[in-house]
């Protein structure tokens, strides 16, 4: 499957604890997204890469949330001292893009889903 | 503020019957649309887009959906459902150009059509 992969696929962590996800992008775009989605939500976009650049940061994004992408290709999340408001699942996205359009298509993962207890 | 409104949370509907999911926006500026699905078990996955030229526009499996700029709505439509068509469908906007690359997302319709 040349898809996006994310793993784990699941996560259960207690409150207090630090986790990390990782996002694989297809292999030749450039462009890489993490959206947050809780149940009967739209996602919600937490952050963007282009290539190993972050160039946006959502404002849900709080000093415990960090975002890599350290050669412009897989991606990790890491989330720090989890709270039971961070359950959600997490998607990856990725995209090849040129210029400063902004209507290409989003190939997803099938995200992580993280519990808090 | 940004916003995407869908009207209907939950549709059920049976095979072969007409299907229209409404989606209004609220964005200043030019907008990119879009129609993402997700399928039970699945990742999201693009239906169809708009960003310029004819408002309307076809997407995979029968999809089309018309962009009316003076409703500032881009409305989801299939002239007869299959049951395969049972999925979340998400519509999301984001500005046509510039750095600001975040989509904005509806909260989604569920539909479930009947065999």
């Known amino acids: 499957d040349t898809g996006v992969s994310q793993d784990p696929r699941h996560k259960i962590t207690k409150r207090g604890q630090n986790v990390t996800f990782r996002c694989d992008p297809i292999?030749?775009?450039?462009?890489l997204y993490w959206y947050r989605q809780t149940l009967g939500q739209g996602p919600e976009f937490l952050t963007y890469?282009?290539?190993?650049?972050?160039?946006?940061k959502s404002r849900l994004l709080s000093d415990r949330f960090s975002a890599e992408r350290p050669k412009g290709s897989f991606s990790t999340l890491e989330i720090q001292r989890t709270e039971q408001g961070d359950s959600a699942m997490y998607l990856c996205?990725?995209?090849f893009g040129t210029g400063i359009a902004t209507n290409e298509k989003l190939f997803f993962g099938s995200g992580t889903q993280l519990s808090v207890l | 503020a940004q916003s995407v409104s869908q009207h209907n949370h939950h549709v059920i509907l049976s095979e072969a019957a007409s299907l229209e999911l409404g989606c209004n926006y609220s964005?200043?500026?030019?907008?990119?649309l879009f129609w993402y699905v997700q399928y039970p078990g699945q990742h999201l996955q693009l239906l169809l887009k708009?960003?310029?030229?004819d408002p309307l526009v076809k997407g995979i499996k029968g999809f089309e959906a018309e962009f009316i700029k003076s409703k500032f709505s881009f409305n989801l439509r299939k002239p007869s459902v299959q049951w395969s068509d049972t999925a979340e469908y998400f519509c999301?906007?984001?500005?046509?150009?510039?750095?600001?690359?975040?989509?904005?997302w509806g909260l989604g319709t569920s539909l479930a059509v009947n065999p």
């Open positions: 996205a990725s995209s």
């Open positions: 292999s030749e775009h450039n462009r």
């Open positions: 890469f282009q290539n190993e650049a972050q160039l946006e």
């Open positions: 964005y200043g500026g030019t907008v990119n």
């Open positions: 708009y960003f310029s030229g």
């Open positions: 999301a906007v984001n500005a046509r150009a510039g750095n600001n690359r975040k989509l904005i």
